[in-house]
Structure formats: C-alpha cells, structure tokens
C-alpha cells in the first residue's frame, strides 16, 4: 500500500527517487513559510489563546514574531535531524540514501509533529533560539554568497574555455557590458530616487561607496597580473547595486529620502507584488545554494560523479534548507525580534537596512579577496 502525499507520488511506490527528493524538500520548506507568513498576519486572536505567549500581553507583533520563530524551529529542527542522519553519504548503497530520497510517511509525519510542538514551548526558549537564529540567518548569507562567486568565475571560465571561447568572446562582452551599464544607470537611479536632497546623508554614503567598491573591483581585475576580465567584475558589480538597491529599499517608512513606493501593508498592488517576489527569492535561494555544495568542496574528485555514488551532498543541502529556516524567520521579523511588522511585508527595518549593507560590502571583500589572495599569500593554491 502506497500513502504519503507527494512523498509517495515521487517514489511511485517502487523506490526512492534521489532527484524528485530534493523537490519534495522544498515543498515542505515553502509550505513552511506559508505557515510562518499566515501565522504572523493572521492568526494573532487564535495565538492570543496559547498560554505559552501569555508574556506578550495579547500584542500583536509580539504574538506575530513569537509564531513565525516557532515555525522556524520546527522547521530547523527537521532539516538539522536530516542533515544529521546524512551527512557523509557518498555510496547509494548506504542505508542513508534511502532515508534521504524515501521514507516520506514518517518524515511528513515528523514534519508535521515538529511544525506543532514549538508552540507548546516556553516564550523564553524562543526567544533564546531567536537570538541563535540571527547567527545561523548569517551563515546562510555567507553560504549563498560564496555560491554567488563561484557561479559568477564559473561562467567566466565556462566562456573562455577552449571549446567556447571563439563562439562565446561577442556575447561575453554584451553581458559584460550591459552589466556594467545596468550597475551604471542603478547608480544614477539610487541618487535620483534615495539621496533627493543633501540631508539624505546616509543613503548618499550607502550609494557612493558602492560607486567606489565598483571602481575599485573593476580595476584590480583589470591589473595585468590578475587579469580576472570584466565579465565577473561586471556581473558581481550589477549584484552589489542590487544589494544597495534592496537595502535603501528596507528602510522603514519613517525614512524620508526614499521616494519610491514601498511596501505599506495595505495589501495593495505593490505591496502584494514586492511580497510574493520576496517570498519566491527565499525559497529559490535555498533551494539552488543548497545544490551548490561544489562551491565548498576541497577535493576535485568530487566533482566527477560515479554511477554509485550520490547525485548531490545530502548532509550540505540539509545544512543550508536548516539554516535558510533560520533566515525566513529573521526576513518575516526584519532581523528584530520585537519589531512591529506590518502586513504583506517582509525584510523591512533598519536592521535588515544594515544587514543587506554588510552583505554587500562583504560581497565586494570576497570577490577582491579572490584577486589579491594569491599575491598575498604566495604559497597557497586559491584554485
């Protein structure tokens, strides 16, 4: 007999399927922020009953925050027990692999029963495990970003290989280009948009040091001896705008220098677009950097993949969905736990305004780290 929703649907009740089980986990991890976005906009008078969140006094963004932290948990939980269980599987053979891509009765099950309990634990402990969330939320930012930088010298390398690089030299300079000129008119948009007056002091640093940053990348790649091309520095150029861009665009309503409409929780158009495009990029980030574990490997071995060996790192892609759970609850809180979220809104707060500054400028030091760290420390292989 073959039970288990979409778990059983993916085995078609013959056997594990190793490439639909990646799916099914991301199912369940976009279901799970459905929960935390409708748990924190709309179940507060249901919440309000819980005696576990009597400490909030019946305040909504408190009971809102303390809900969406619940979820997370459980959600951790379960991708942490997983990664646990599979870390270091290498063989398909290994009794592990099954469990990965099969068993999906008693993961739902598990699932299910780990999405309810924290709400039976005390306010005290969440809040603690909201606290170790902002650190876990930081790891996920620092994976994601390496897997940016390998993708970015991945396709550079991919274009000049030697099958490539006749075929790939005219489209490698449009990308370049239009990179550098999409960064160019981000630029010349942010100081129209966010820095209308010279009071916008803030907003007019967060713009002209990125204008810097950008400067400052692109001519160390052109260096004779770093040679890194204008195709990376233009691309991770057009993501560090974009970071600054996002950034500006997460201070609250009460910052005055931003002209542009933002998120309002009315529910209107706007606020409903920019909500589901946010909401996407959390899963979808998760989900593609938790495939990238190529991007950590030490051994090149590893990338020549066997017929009885795993199609991906299990324990890695665990590891990122357990701390991408961390960092959907710091997004639905805006990176404070006691801050007052309005609805359909999400990353917003000058804490997430910061966060998104730090994570370019760190953007930015990784990717001229990569050019400069073999010249600083000669004796190392950076390949």
């Not at 969330?133 to 993708?151: C, E, H, T």
């Not at 804490?351 to 953007?363: D, F, P, R, Y």
């Amino acid at each position: 007999m073959c039970w288990g929703g979409a778990g059983c649907l993916a085995a078609t009740c013959v056997g594990p399927n190793r490439m639909v089980a990646r799916y099914i986990y991301g199912i369940l991890f976009l279901f799970t922020n459905i929960l935390a976005w409708m748990v924190r906009d709309y179940s507060h008078k249901t919440l309000s009953s819980f005696s576990n969140l009597s400490n909030c006094g019946g305040e909504a963004n408190c009971i809102g925050s303390e809900g969406v932290l619940r979820l997370s948990l459980g959600c951790f939980v379960f991708f942490f027990t997983m990664y646990l269980t599979t870390v270091g599987t290498s063989q398909k053979e290994d009794p592990r692999d099954a469990w990965h891509a099969g068993w999906w009765p008693i993961k739902s099950a598990m699932w299910i029963v780990l999405v309810v309990v924290p709400f039976l634990i005390p306010s005290a402990f969440i809040q603690l495990y909201g606290e170790i969330a902002r650190f876990g939320a930081g790891i996920f930012l620092v994976i994601q970003l390496l897997s940016i930088v390998n993708f970015v010298y991945y396709w550079n390398e991919d274009w000049l290989s030697e099958k490539k690089e006749r075929n790939c030299r005219l489209p490698m300079m449009a990308v370049s280009a239009t990179a550098y000129l999409l960064s160019l008119v981000g630029i010349v948009l942010m100081f129209v948009w966010f820095a209308p007056h010279v009071t916008c002091g803030l907003n007019i640093f967060f713009i002209t040091w990125t204008l810097i940053l950008i400067i400052g990348m692109t001519a160390i790649s052109l260096h004779s001896k770093v040679n890194a091309g204008l195709l990376t520095s233009g691309l991770m150029a057009l993501y560090i705008v974009f970071l600054c861009w996002s950034a500006i665009m997460s201070e609250p309503l009460s910052a005055t220098c931003n002209t542009r409409p933002r998120q309002t929780g009315r529910g209107d158009w706007l606020t409903v677009i920019s909500f589901l495009i946010a909401f996407s990029a959390i899963v979808f980030a998760t989900f593609t950097t938790g495939l990238d574990s190529a991007s950590f490997s030490f051994s090149k071995d590893e990338e020549n993949v066997t017929d009885d060996q795993v199609p991906y790192s299990y324990g890695f892609f665990h590891f990122v969905f357990a701390m991408g759970s961390m960092y959907f609850a710091m997004l639905f809180v805006g990176w404070n736990l006691h801050q007052t979220m309005q609805r359909w809104s999400i990353d917003v707060g000058w804490s997430s305004t910061w966060v998104k500054i730090v994570n370019e400028w760190l953007a930015a030091g990784l990717y001229i780290w990569t050019m400069i760290g073999p010249f600083v420390f000669k004796n190392r292989d950076f390949t």
